[in-house]
Antibody, heavy 119, light 108 residues
Framework: QVHLQESGPGLVKPSETLSLTCTVS????????WNWIRQSPGRGLEWVGY?????????NPSLRSRVSTSVDTSKEQFSLKLRLISVTAADTAVYFC???????????WGPGTTVTVSS | SYVLTQPPSVSVAPGKTARITCGGN??????VHWYQQKPGQAPVLVVH???GRPSGVPERFSGSNSGNTATLTISRVEAGDEADYYC???????????FGGGTKLTVL
């Protein structure tokens, strides 16, 4: 059974870069679209983007200018980088990594990691 | 980009039937997936491809999709069904994932 686990700093300063990694265990990272989803406090789910095992990626248009993803198949990991906007905590959220039903035929989520943007 | 619209809240008495809608332009042409999210937890898939039910999900959960509206139906509602519910589609026209805004189900 596939398990996902997010890792990364819980506190990031405005204007810096948020970096998270998701480790895939119990299955192969190949042949799936690996997604990042975030949820701001009290808000709904927001799709951030996905990366495929060959490195091709696609992003939410509202975040495209600030986000990038990468994949390391040898480590069974994929990563997210989000350039933070200065003077705002709009990116404070729980960040989930997931294989979503739709692009894939498997739906698995990590437990989520809370990232707080604050100086 | 594609937009999914859900009612912010739905209330239902225990034992009754709850229906949560997800509106989108010609949504019947897309496969709709539904998630249940309880506080502090990751979402859990309860219906996939309009009406499919993942292993372990009670038969009380069902889905349908027609015209511009997809519907998640929860029969014989229990207190444990109280949660936020999200619809999701894969918009293959631009390879984007789209979530609805979510519906809070309250069991009275």
């Amino acid at each position: 059974q596939v398990h996902l686990q997010e890792s990364g700093p819980g506190l990031v300063k405005p204007s810096e870069t948020l970096s998270l990694t998701c480790t895939v265990s119990g299955g192969s990272i190949t042949n799936y679209y690996w997604n990042w989803i975030r949820q701001s406090p009290g808000r709904g789910l927001e799709w951030v983007g996905y990366i495929y095992d060959n490195g091709s990626a696609n992003y939410n248009p509202s975040l495209r200018s600030r986000v990038s993803t990468s994949v390391d198949t040898s480590k069974e990991q994929f990563s997210l980088k989000l350039r933070l906007i200065s003077v705002t905590a709009a990116d404070t959220a729980v960040y989930f990594c997931a294989s979503l039903w739709g692009p894939n035929d498997m739906d698995v989520w990590g437990p989520g990691t809370t990232v707080t943007v604050s100086s | 980009s594609y937009v999914l619209t859900q009612p912010p809240s739905v209330s239902v008495a225990p034992g009754k039937t709850a229906r949560i809608t997800c509106g989108g332009n010609k949504i019947e042409r897309k496969s709709v997936h539904w998630y249940q999210q309880k506080p502090g937890q990751a979402p859990v898939l309860v219906v996939h491809d309009d009406s499919g039910r993942p292993s372990g999900v009670p038969e009380r959960f069902s889905g349908s999709n027609s015209g511009n509206t997809a519907t998640l139906t929860i029969s014989r509602v229990e207190a444990g069904d109280e949660a936020d519910y999200y619809c999701q589609v894969w918009d293959s026209s631009n390879d984007h994932v789209v979530f609805g805004g979510g519906t809070k189900l309250t069991v009275l």
